[in-house]
């Protein structure tokens, strides 16, 4: 399985943006597409996770309500949502499949930068 995370971009505070992560193979049912960030001098931190067989979500408490995360089956693709973003949005943002909410992913994609200036 190999994950390809795309859509990142510098926008302005207050703007929206889409990140997409492309899963090449197959994703169990029970496992779940996660997505990350880690800004400059910290840790990776979670975001949001999607269970890709039930479709439930879990959202990290900075981004409840202005992120929404999604994932599209037949297109094995899954989806961050990022709206109202904040300059402390700012960071490398991973998909990762594995355990929900968690920073021990079976799989990693590579990183894609999201700038929001003020």
């Known amino acids: 399985v190999q994950l390809q995370a795309s859509g990142g971009g510098l926008v302005q505070a207050g703007d929206s943006l889409r990140l997409s992560c492309t899963v090449s193979?197959?994703?169990?049912?029970?496992?779940?597409l996660n997505w990350f960030r880690q800004a400059p001098g910290k840790e990776r931190e979670f975001v949001a996770g999607?269970?890709?067989?039930?479709?439930?979500?879990i959202y990290a408490d900075s981004v409840k309500g202005r992120f929404t995360i999604s994932r599209d089956k037949a297109e094995n693709t899954g989806y961050l949502q990022m709206n109202s973003l904040k300059p402390e949005d700012t960071a490398v943002y991973y998909c990762?499949?594995?355990?929900?909410?968690?920073?021990?992913?079976?799989?990693w994609g590579q990183g894609t930068l999201v700038t929001v200036s003020s």
């Open positions: 990762g499949s594995g355990e929900i909410a968690t920073l021990s992913q079976r799989y």
């Open positions: 193979g197959r994703l169990f049912s029970s496992s779940a």
């Open positions: 999607i269970r890709w067989g039930y479709g439930t979500t």
